[in-house]
């Protein structure tokens, strides 16, 4: 069992910037990614952090956010510039072994955790 435990969310204005944490009990060699969720939509897919250093985002935070890891605090940090009021939401942090064809796909993803709000406004 891996935990997670998601941190820095918050109401913030458009063009704003947020940091967002996520602890994990035991990273390992483990993909890092984050998903957000608006109201009556899906999760879909922020970006990805793979332990050999490869990066993925998802196109509509492609240069405006930026994922990293601490490996030896076992964080993974998302960097979030230029919010736009799009971007409001619950985000995710989850922990897998995603093959390179699956990284975006929730399903890919094993452990959860309980989400932080993101709130941008105009």
């Known amino acids: 069992q891996v935990d997670l435990v998601e941190s820095g969310g918050g109401l913030v204005q458009a063009g704003a910037s947020l940091r967002l944490s996520c602890t994990i009990s035991d990273a390992s060699d483990y993909a890092l990614a984050w998903f957000r969720q608006a109201p009556g939509s899906e999760r879909v897919f922020v970006a990805a952090?793979?332990?050999?250093?490869?990066?993925y985002y998802g196109d509509s935070v492609k240069g405006r956010f930026t994922i990293s890891r601490d490996r030896a605090k076992n964080t993974v940090h998302l960097q979030m510039n230029s919010l736009k009021p799009e971007d409001t939401a619950v985000y995710f942090c989850?922990?897998?072994?995603?093959?390179?064809?699956?990284?975006?796909?929730?399903?890919?993803?094993?452990?959860w955790g309980q989400g932080t709000q993101v709130t941008v406004s105009s």
């Open positions: 952090s793979r332990p050999n250093g490869a990066t």
């Open positions: 989850a922990a897998g072994r995603p093959i390179t064809s699956t990284i975006r796909h929730t399903s890919a993803y094993y452990y």
